[in-house]
């Protein structure tokens, strides 16, 4: 549990050396029995940046960021998070880093603020500063008025952003968020995402968080795409979209294998089955479309068009869409469990 992790009392927010980067990893590994969760993976987050690790479940997103945070020990390969390392200076990381994690980990029992007051010692934030830095953090989530009531009472909502003031609370060089917005409906998510772009203007620190949401991803300046535990490309959202370039074109049809057969022999396009419908990549959908509709011989009852995003960007450098890999890799899981019975 989160609150057994503290390190020992004393230092709050070490300074990270300038020009050293925030995270730097080098052939990182983990394996569980036969499972390698995460394959060898390399990249550096520069100071101040907001590093997003996006895949489906199961990639290796969570396994990464827990031996970042010390909670699980690599199998292989080395990290450092604020010029210290992962293995031998846990205690050093620890003090560095704020986590937010998927499972929450608040005291329901105690108010808001008794659980800020909780880990501020656990910290060893100096008591002087406990009070005006409580305030601070319960502000920059809209919790300060909320202080004095029991968590147990709090929304899901209220509960991650009093979990993101936590995570602040001993002012970390590098804030770890999990799934940041998983489960939560789409406005609270979006009032999470506002929390984190004031939070990166009013605090001097790195946040690196994990996501399975596309539009989330889009809000980091960097992602790296992690797929069966490797990372497949690091760059920045608007980089990745232009490498992808073409249109993507999505078409219902009568007959999905037909028409697959035809844009091949036609047009000379690879299309495949995604999400339901028959997916493929042209330099000008627009311009395409009037071809398709005159050209295909297959009779089609809908087409969309739509400029490369990130799911393309997915596409493209993994071969599937991020649900399909969801999907894909939960029919995996439960043949996996119906194997075992
Ligand atoms: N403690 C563990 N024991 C055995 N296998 C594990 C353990 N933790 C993770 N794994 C396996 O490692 C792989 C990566 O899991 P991980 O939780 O890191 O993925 P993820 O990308 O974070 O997915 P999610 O978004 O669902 O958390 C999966 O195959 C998972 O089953």
Redesign the pocket.
Known sequence: MYRHTGPAAGGVGERVTMGEPAVAVRGLT?T??K????KGVDFEVAPGEVFG?L????????????MLCTL?DPTGGSAAVAGHDVVRERDAVRRNIGLVF?DPTLDGYLTAEQNLRFHAELYGVPKALVGDRIRQVMEMVALWDRKGDKVQNFSGGMKRRLEIARGLLHSPRVLFL??PT?GLDPQTRSAIWGYINRLRHAEDITIFM?T?YMDEAEFCDRIAI?DH?EIVVIDSPEALKASVGEDRVQIQTADDTAAIAALRDRFGLEAAVREGQVTFAVASGEQFVPRLFAELGVPIRSVSVSRPSLDDVFMSYTGSTIRDAEAE?SAN?WMRAMARR
């Open positions: 983990k569980y029995g499972v390698e969760a995460v690790f895949g489906p479940n199961g990639a290796g997103k969570t396994t990464t960021i827990s699980a998927q999990d799934e998983v994990t399975h992690i535990g890799g899981a």
